[in-house]
């Protein structure tokens, strides 16, 4: 059981489970099954998110993410649209953990977005591909020296380590794992020739005439 909080909605300044704390002493109540699940839309503006990612990293409570990026509050924007460097640094602390401990992080990677103009099919393959750079990008921090300059209280140094890794363009390797894989180079260039949702969009029209849905 995942156990998701947000310190707001249904209102502001009280919420049935408005931070990681929280969610953290539920999940630990409720059984050795029970996590806490981070939905990155779900915090006030500026708040550190990847400090609390390492902190429920150690305490091996993190248990899965809802993935999604936001300007105000819970927009549901496609992931790294806004701040690609703060899902960088989330992955980061991932790594990082491996690193340390020596261990996998279990953790269930969702997305949780809503769009309301981007074609749903083609916002996902978007989010896919900027996981997979990010999550790339952040395997490149080299974590030895990283540990070192933390620990000689280097800053510029560290700071350093993760800018050039972000700064690195890891899409020719992608690319390339790609191609490894039997898989296109360009998923989403991949998809727009492939006609997919030109041809399910006509069989599912006739089937949905009637339906009137709109998102609230
Ligand atoms: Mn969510």
Redesign the pocket.
């Known amino acids: 059981m995942l156990v998701?909080y947000k310190p707001f909605e249904p209102a502001f300044y009280h919420t049935d489970i408005a931070d990681w704390g929280m969610a953290l002493l539920l999940s630990r109540e409720a059984g050795p099954q029970a996590k806490v699940l981070m939905?990155t839309g779900?915090h006030y503006a500026a708040q550190n998110i990847e400090q609390i990612v390492a902190w429920l990293l150690s305490e091996e409570m993190l248990g899965g993410f809802?993935f999604n990026d936001r300007r105000y509050a819970d927009d549901d924007l496609t992931m790294g649209s806004i701040d690609p460097y703060q899902v960088f640094r989330i992955f980061h602390e991932i790594h990082f953990f491996e690193w340390e401990t020596g261990q996998r992080a279990d953790i269930a990677y969702m997305v949780?977005q809503s769009h309301n103009l981007k074609g749903k099919i083609e916002a996902m393959i978007q989010t896919v591909t900027m996981a997979q750079q990010l999550f790339a990008k952040a395997a490149l921090v080299d974590v030895k020296k990283l540990a070192a300059a933390q620990q000689n209280c280097d800053l510029v140094q560290a700071e350093s380590l993760l800018q050039d890794a972000f700064a690195t363009d890891v899409r020719p390797a992608i690319q390339d794992w790609r191609s490894s894989k039997g898989l296109p180079r360009d998923p989403m260039e991949a998809f727009r020739q492939s006609g997919y949702l030109e041809r399910i969009t006509k069989e599912r029209a006739a089937k949905n005439t009637h339906n009137v849905s709109s998102y609230a």
């Open positions: 998701e939905d779900h809802h949780d």
